[in-house]
């Protein structure tokens, strides 16, 4: 009985499992003739330095004549029912100027939202005004004057 409990014994080996573990310190660097830190500070020298260089760079330009004409409006819908719009919804000015939507949208009743539209030409004429209103030929003539987009950035 003596010998197995003398020979008797155990042996643990401990393997860790190593993770790359980010550290941050976000400190603010006061200059050092202050001479007084407080924590998160750290003391440090402000150097200032100018550097002027010149050289001669090549130019070329590009035409964007066959850019699509788009922009951002805001759809409002001011019936009581929530109004589902299909993408190349067509919006129209006063001025005839035509833009489709870029995207489906569904404006909630009483609510207004934001939504990319497309002008039907590439033209110059086709840059709006804030404020422009845009109305939706498709729809009712009943609904026109409460569904209607409006141009809020130029």
Do not use: C
Request: net charge neutral.
């Amino acid at each position: 009985m003596v010998f197995y409990y003398s020979l008797s014994g155990a042996s643990i080996i401990v393997k860790p499992a190593w993770q790359e573990q980010k550290v941050g310190l976000i400190a603010n660097i006061v200059d050092q003739k202050i001479g007084t830190t407080t924590a998160n500070q750290l003391p440090g020298y402000l150097k200032t330095y100018e550097r002027e260089v010149s050289d001669m760079f090549l130019a070329s330009s590009s035409s964007l004549q066959n850019a699509p004409i788009n922009g951002v409006i805001e759809i409002i819908n001011n019936s009581s029912k929530n109004q589902s719009l299909i993408a190349t919804t067509r919006f129209i000015t006063t001025d005839n100027l035509l833009f489709r939507l870029d995207k489906p949208v569904t404006v909630l009743a009483h609510q207004k939202i934001k939504a990319t539209v497309t002008a039907d030409q590439n033209s110059d004429n086709f840059l709006l005004a804030p404020a422009s209103k845009l109305t939706i030929p498709g729809l009712w003539s009943g609904l026109q004057d409460k569904i209607y987009g409006q141009v809020t950035e130029s």
